[in-house]
């Protein structure tokens, strides 16, 4: 069930509140908080984030009170729409993807720059310096504090189609491809002569259904979590674009909390983000075996030669103009020369 939350709606729930309690004779400010994320229950995401925030609890002996809610709590116009929220202080805590954190922070697609990226380890290598750190001040920018060594894993994308397999980029020409809602995937997939589709995770599911959409592009553990090999049949390995989550929070709120309350969130979030990049790597591992022996999928690897050849026209020359050069030159120190 869906639902249309209103500023008013959302301060009276006391997401952005503090309350006071008196203890003896002394007085303690307790605060209370939403977490959102756009993925269910089972998906390592929401475990490693209700983990942090029981942890922060207990740590805190329970100054820092934080719900999580998975699916994005229903929300209409899902993870737009509470992007929104959080720049407004409705929302306090959001875990999303640099390609849709562009929306208020355009440098931020960086993240999920098409063949970029060989591997997890040379992600978190990037994050973990400069780059990062530029990042860190364009969120603040737009009142978006983005936590250090906050980068959950979510996986290199693939293909994911109800009845076609993926060989060449050949194979994707006028196909309808469900994207999220952001720029650079549109792109993407125009270029490489697909229709997509932009459609928020929580339609995805009867999009593939209803055949609205002939497939979908991400990690192997969102087509498991979310139950898409029930309405899908192939994958085709692409490694096309790396994608995770960025853990973020509202800056007026984050700067309102005491400093001892802020180290103690920062260890938990480092904590359970190391977790939650070693669970999800092996998970996106063992599913190419499981979608196949446990789920009746076929899996290929496609000719990824030929997607990368599609983007040796002006893809990288139009979007090191949008993301910047500043952010280009940095991810190029670390990866090598784009196109």
């Not at 209370?32 to 929401?46: C, E, G, H, I, M």
């Not at 928020?200 to 592009?217: F, H, M, P, S, T």
Request: hydrophobic share 40%; aromatic share 10%; glycine share 8%.
């Amino acid at each position: 069930m869906s639902f249309r939350p209103t500023r008013r709606a959302f301060v009276a729930s006391a997401g952005i509140t503090s309350a006071m309690f008196l203890t003896g004779a002394s007085a303690q400010t307790t605060w209370k908080a939403k977490q959102y994320v756009n993925q269910p229950t089972s998906n390592p995401l929401f475990k490693a984030l209700e983990a942090t925030w029981n942890a922060v609890r207990d740590e805190t002996n329970g100054r820092l009170d934080v719900t999580v809610y998975p699916q994005n709590n229903g929300v209409a116009g899902s993870d737009p729409a509470v992007l929104k929220l959080l720049q407004a202080g409705e929302v306090e805590f959001f875990a999303l993807m640099g390609g849709l954190l562009s929306a208020a922070v355009p440098v931020m697609d960086v993240q999920g720059l098409p063949f970029a990226f060989r591997n997890p380890a040379q992600v978190y290598r990037v994050d973990n310096g400069p780059l990062g750190r530029y990042l860190d001040k364009e969120c603040a920018a737009k009142g978006i504090h983005r936590m250090k060594h906050g980068l959950f894993e979510n996986g290199f994308r693939q293909m994911n189609m109800r009845d076609k397999e993926i060989r060449t980029v050949d194979d994707v020409a006028g196909l309808k491809i469900r994207v999220p809602d952001g720029e650079m995937f549109r792109d993407f997939f125009k270029t490489m002569g697909a229709e997509p589709l932009s459609l928020n995770i929580n339609q995805l599911y009867a999009a593939l259904k209803e055949g609205r959409v002939d497939g979908q592009e991400n990690p192997l553990v969102v087509a498991e979590t979310n139950k898409l090999y029930e309405v899908t049949k192939f994958v085709s390995t692409t490694n096309h674009m790396w994608s995770g989550f960025n853990m973020i929070a509202n800056q007026k709120f984050w700067n309102g909390l005491p400093r001892d309350i802020r180290r103690i969130v920062e260890k938990h979030v480092a904590i359970n983000v190391d977790k939650q990049r070693k669970a999800t790597d092996e998970l996106n591992v063992s599913l190419e075996t499981t979608l196949v022996k446990d789920r009746g999928m076929t899996i290929n690897k496609a000719d990824a030669s030929t997607f990368r050849a599609k983007l040796k026209g002006d893809f990288y020359p139009r979007w090191k103009k949008q993301i910047g050069t500043k952010a280009w030159t940095l991810l190029e120190k670390e990866v090598g020369k784009l196109g």
